[in-house]
């Protein structure tokens, strides 16, 4: 027995392989992914299924103008043991056809965050795990997005579907520039020995799901949108198909200058009737969360829902809010809420049945970011998440997220079940409560006001705020800015369309509309400071509960605002902004200065009419600054 037992422990603690390579081979399993098929059809078979998935890879890839593209095969081309074998065209090119065709280029699809961690690591510039595991990435040049560089298709249905014109983010290109785009993207894809895949969904609503394709050279932006949009499980990836819309992200690349409607070495080009868009010369991941929503902002009204451009959130009792917000107005810092269940940061719906979250992860400004003040989000940023342009320090790998080296907008992606609050799926009922944020660099908006519908929809059509440095190119300061719907750079249709459903739906569901100042108190920027996140979210929690509706108000001058006199935890004196600067004047000075800049804005306006009802927008008109 003695002797066994040796023989035992030493047959046990020997590895039972010959070779080295064995041995490696012994380190990584085969998943059983696939599961068994129990619909009514007959299964296809795993390699049937393959074959599908990789000629619909390939259609995505097939360069349109020439004879072929090159062949597409899965897998990593350092994997040696995985030689391509499989050659997906439906004709065997000949020597006749381009060097293109004749190439092989390599698909990484729906890569895991680990895997995606390891490509990077290995093959991209700039990227580095952080202390808190994290990704650490460069978005190069552009670390914001490019909104003059957004074109989209005019043709003969999006000529008179879509808004045009002054105040549009919408800059024409026609059908034949996006196809010259569209190549080169394609085209540099190609040439490439590698490319990502990822198969993803938007929107939580099972009802309006919608397929998304993209196909980018780095592992940063698969693992970007791993992140970002909904992640399928197993099963929903053999069923999916084609997609219903396809990003080709060419960032690296840039366009060329030559061709007709460029202005810059950068494009972003969307294409509703073919259903895809084409990034050239930006590598800022945002392009691709916000173009697809520019893309919801189409399609979900044409259903009857309204898309939107704000945080959501839930309460224990199933109170929901919605935060509206232009860029660091505080969608995301506020929409997470350890005592309430998040639905969603950025991009929502609001259909029949309630609300709906269109994405499946979080993007997060990270600029000064504490744990003391922002904890969940603090603890959300570990193995799996995203950080673009944030500067550590080189030997421990501890990230400062006070340095602005690189840029002032840093960011963090991450899936949304990251907040331990999440709700998952992340849908909700009819909001309670629309919060307007606006983060005003005048500091003379009061941090709280209860609105009438009127003037919720005067202040969502106007959509102001001074936008915050970073997230837009070339933004050194605060500036104000007014914005459509709080999102004028990714509305498609005409903003009325957007406020006349906004309006209905609140009016349907007994909504309260307010609006809060995230910004500047005690004088504008430079000699006032930024309202303390604690306070705001003082008022915050007074909306969420109800008991903000049951304190005394009283009216503003010029913006005639309710502003109530008293909110828990937070100093009475604040309340009115007048009384936090020292120079009355220049307060009122202040005032009647953005009461104007209000009054110009809106005059683009005034000859719509929103909805069929002719007296809101009476109501709506008179709803802004009288002076
Ligand atoms: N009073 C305040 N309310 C909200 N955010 C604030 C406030 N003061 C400072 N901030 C900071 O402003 C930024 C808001 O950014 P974020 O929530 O990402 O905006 P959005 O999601 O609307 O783009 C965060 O960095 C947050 O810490
Ligand atoms: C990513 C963006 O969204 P936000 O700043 O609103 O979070 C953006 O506007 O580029
Ligand atoms: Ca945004
Ligand atoms: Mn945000």
């Known amino acids: 027995m003695a002797g066994n037992r040796e023989a035992d422990l030493g047959a046990g603690l020997a590895v039972k392989v010959r070779t080295i390579d064995e041995l490696h081979s012994l380190q990584q399993k085969k998943s059983g992914a696939s599961t068994q098929i129990t619909s009514s059809t007959t299964p296809l078979?795993?390699?049937?299924?393959?074959?599908?998935?990789?000629?619909?890879?390939?259609?995505?890839?097939?360069?349109?103008?020439?004879?072929?593209?090159?062949?597409?095969?899965?897998?990593?081309?350092?994997?040696?043991?995985?030689?391509?074998?499989?050659?997906?065209?439906?004709?065997?090119?000949?020597?006749?056809?381009?060097?293109?065709?004749?190439?092989?280029?390599?698909?990484?699809?729906?890569?895991?965050?680990?895997?995606?961690?390891?490509?990077?690591?290995?093959?991209?510039?700039?990227?580095?795990?952080?202390?808190?595991?994290?990704?650490a990435t460069l978005s190069g040049a552009k670390t914001g997005r490019a909104p003059r560089d957004k074109r989209v298709v005019k043709d003969h249905t999006t000529e008179d579907d879509l808004w045009w014109g002054k105040g549009s983010p919408n800059i024409e290109m026609d059908e034949h520039t996006f196809m010259v785009n569209r190549e080169r993207a394609v085209d540099y894809l190609n040439s490439l020995e590698k490319v990502f895949v990822n198969d993803q969904f938007l929107n939580w609503d099972p009802q309006n799901k919608i397929k998304v394709r993209i196909v980018s050279a780095r592992a940063y932006h698969s693992l970007f949108m791993h992140n970002m949009c909904i992640r399928p499980s197993p099963e929903e990836l053999e069923d999916f198909g084609t997609p219903d819309f396809t990003i080709y992200n060419a960032g690296q690349f840039p366009c060329n200058r030559y061709t007709h409607y460029m202005t810059s070495s950068t494009s972003i080009d969307l294409n509703l009737a073919r259903r895809e868009m084409v990034i050239l010369g930006t590598q800022y991941a945002g392009e691709m969360k916000k173009g697809l929503f520019s893309v919801m902002h189409y399609l979900m009204p044409k259903r009857g829902i309204l898309s939107l451009h704000s945080g959501c959130n839930m309460g224990k009792d199933g109170d929901v809010a919605l935060f509206f917000g232009l860029s660091g107005t505080g969608k995301t810092t506020l929409s997470t809420d350890h005592n309430r269940s998040l639905i969603g940061d950025d991009e929502h719906c609001w259909g029949d049945n309630?609300?709906?979250?269109?994405?499946?992860?979080?993007?997060?400004?990270?600029?000064?970011?504490?744990?003391?003040?922002?904890?969940?989000?603090?603890?959300?940023?570990?193995?799996?998440?995203?950080?673009?342009?944030?500067?550590?320090?080189?030997?421990?790998?501890?990230?400062?997220?006070?340095?602005?080296?690189?840029?002032?907008?840093?960011?963090?992606?991450?899936?949304?079940?990251?907040?331990?609050?999440?709700?998952?799926?992340?849908?909700?009922?009819?909001?309670?409560?629309?919060?307007?944020?606006?983060?005003?660099?005048?500091?003379?908006?009061?941090?709280?006001?209860?609105?009438?519908?009127?003037?919720?929809?005067?202040?969502?059509?106007?959509?102001?705020?001074?936008?915050?440095?970073?997230?837009?190119?070339?933004?050194?300061?605060?500036?104000?800015?007014?914005?459509?719907?709080?999102?004028?750079?990714?509305?498609?249709?005409?903003?009325?369309?957007?406020?006349?459903?906004?309006?209905?739906?609140?009016?349907?569901?007994?909504?309260?509309?307010?609006?809060?100042?995230?910004?500047?108190?005690?004088?504008?920027?430079?000699?006032?400071?930024?309202?303390?996140?604690?306070?705001?979210?003082?008022?915050?929690?007074?909306?969420?509960?109800?008991?903000?509706?049951?304190?005394?108000?009283?009216?503003?001058?010029?913006?005639?605002?309710?502003?109530?006199?008293?909110?828990?935890?937070?100093?009475?004196?604040?309340?009115?902004?007048?009384?936090?600067?020292?120079?009355?004047?220049?307060?009122?000075?202040?005032?009647?200065?953005?009461?104007?800049?209000?009054?110009?804005?809106?005059?683009?306006?005034?000859?719509?009419?929103?909805?069929?009802?002719?007296?809101?927008?009476?109501?709506?008109?008179?709803?802004?600054?009288?002076?």
């Not at 902004?577 to 220049?586: L, R, V, Y």
């Not at 009419?609 to 008179?622: N, P, R, V, Y």
Request: glycine share 8%; net charge negative; charged share 20%.
């Open 45 to 135: 078979s795993e390699e049937q299924r393959r074959k599908q998935q990789l000629q619909s890879i390939s259609a995505s890839l097939a360069s349109l103008t020439r004879e072929t593209g090159p062949k597409v095969v899965k897998g990593d081309p350092a994997r040696k043991r995985e030689a391509p074998k499989e050659v997906s065209h439906p004709v065997a090119p000949t020597i006749s056809v381009s060097d293109s065709s004749l190439k092989f280029t390599h698909v990484l699809y729906n890569l895991s965050p680990a895997e995606l961690y390891e490509q990077a690591l290995k093959y991209e510039k700039g990227s580095f795990i952080t202390s808190n595991g994290a990704l």
């Open 354 to 627: 309630g609300v709906s979250n269109i994405e499946g992860g979080c993007y997060a400004k990270c600029i000064d970011l504490s744990w003391e003040k922002e904890p969940d989000i603090w603890n959300a940023i570990k193995f799996g998440t995203v950080l673009e342009n944030v500067v550590f320090e080189e030997h421990t790998r501890e990230v400062d997220y006070a340095d602005k080296s690189v840029t002032e907008n840093t960011r963090a992606a991450y899936p949304i079940e990251y907040i331990p609050n999440a709700k998952i799926p992340c849908v909700g009922p009819h909001p309670k409560n629309v919060i307007l944020l606006a983060c005003d660099a005048f500091g003379v908006l009061p941090p709280v006001s209860k609105l009438t519908l009127a003037q919720t929809m005067y202040h969502f059509i106007s959509g102001y705020t001074a936008l915050v440095a970073g997230t837009e190119e070339g933004v050194k300061e605060p500036r104000a800015t007014f914005s459509a719907c709080f999102g004028a750079a990714f509305i498609m249709l005409h903003p009325t369309k957007y406020a006349a459903m906004l309006a209905d739906k609140m009016q349907q569901h007994g909504a309260t509309g307010w609006l809060v100042n995230t910004g500047w108190s005690g004088g504008s920027y430079g000699s006032g400071s930024r309202i303390k996140l604690a306070y705001t979210r003082k008022i915050i929690d007074a909306i969420h509960s109800g008991s903000l509706l049951d304190v005394n108000y009283k009216k503003t001058e010029v913006f005639g605002l309710e502003i109530p006199t008293e909110v828990e935890g937070v100093p009475s004196e604040i309340l009115d902004p007048i009384n936090t600067w020292g120079d009355k004047k220049a307060y009122e000075e202040t005032l009647l200065k953005l009461a104007g800049l209000f009054r110009n804005n809106f005059a683009t306006f005034t000859d719509h009419k929103i909805g069929e009802d002719d007296s809101l927008t009476q109501e709506i008109l008179a709803a802004g600054p009288i002076f």
